[in-house]
Antibody, heavy 123, light 107 residues
Framework: EVQVVESGGGLVQPGGSLRLSCTAS????????MDWVRQAPGKGLEWVGR??????????EYAASVKGRFTISRDDSKNSLYLQMNSLKTEDTALYYC??????????????WGQGTMVTVSS | AIRMTQSPSSLSASTGDRVTITCRAS??????LAWYQQKPGKAPKLLIY???TLQSGVPSRFSGSGSGTDFTLTISCLQSEDFATYYC?????????FGQGTRLEIK
């Protein structure tokens, strides 16, 4: 079964750090760009960032709201994606989804989503 | 950042109805648009990409159209399982951005 499973969420104080993980199975992880998308309680979807694949030098992109605080990385040998979150703010409280990017000549889309891991930033 | 605006924000309809949701981009995005369906407590599900290409396994009652700045998602004959929230998303340029969502409710 093709799936991704997130872990590592929890309660953290403002200014703190947290590292989320996402483990993939059922597909060749190293072939895909991988993204993080978040959803604050009762709100819409917000893209967090992307890591490209090895042929594209594992380069990353970030939303302005997290740039400089969050770092996306991957370990293809472990079929794993990571999100290191530093200097957390209350507005980072959200359900964080790991997503697989499917892409073709001129399209990208998130075709596989995990169940999400909840991050709560509160004192 | 490209702003994606969906209309309506909510919609009431009955099973068997034909419904259309609109998504407008703040600047041209060619056909770089996807649609997702999200049910309460569940992860989003990809319905359509490249504005009009149906994702594998998605029922043919879903269709998408448009290019440039104006896009539509149409559900031709609503089924009970279609009541959910729908999001458009552009991937033309970074940052990737989503519309605010359209909540489709049972009338």
């Amino acid at each position: 079964e093709v799936q991704v499973v997130e872990s590592g969420g929890g309660l953290v104080q403002p200014g703190g750090s947290l590292r989320l993980s996402c483990t993939a199975s059922g597909f060749t992880f190293s072939d895909h760009y991988m993204d993080w998308v978040r959803q604050a309680p009762g709100k819409g979807l917000e893209w967090v960032g992307r890591t490209r694949d090895k042929p594209n030098s594992y380069t990353t992109e970030y939303a302005a709201s997290v740039k400089g605080r969050f770092t996306i990385s991957r370990d293809d040998s472990k079929n794993s994606l990571y999100l290191q979150m530093n200097s957390l703010k209350t507005e980072d409280t959200a359900l964080y989804y790991c997503t697989r990017v499917t892409r073709g000549g001129n399209y990208y889309a998130f075709d596989i989503w995990g169940q999400g891991t909840m991050v709560t930033v509160s004192s | 950042a490209i702003r994606m605006t969906q209309s309506p924000s909510s919609l009431s309809a009955s099973t068997g109805d034909r419904v259309t949701i609109t998504c407008r981009a703040s600047q041209g995005i060619s056909s770089s648009l996807a649609w997702y369906q999200q049910k309460p407590g569940k992860a989003p599900k990809l319905l359509i990409y490249a504005a009009s290409t149906l994702q594998s396994g998605v029922p043919s009652r879903f269709s998408g159209s448009g290019s440039g700045t104006d896009f539509t998602l149409t559900i031709s004959c609503l089924q009970s399982e279609d009541f959910a929230t729908y999001y458009c998303q552009q991937y033309y340029s970074y940052p990737v951005t989503f519309g605010q969502g359209t909540r489709l409710e049972i009338k």
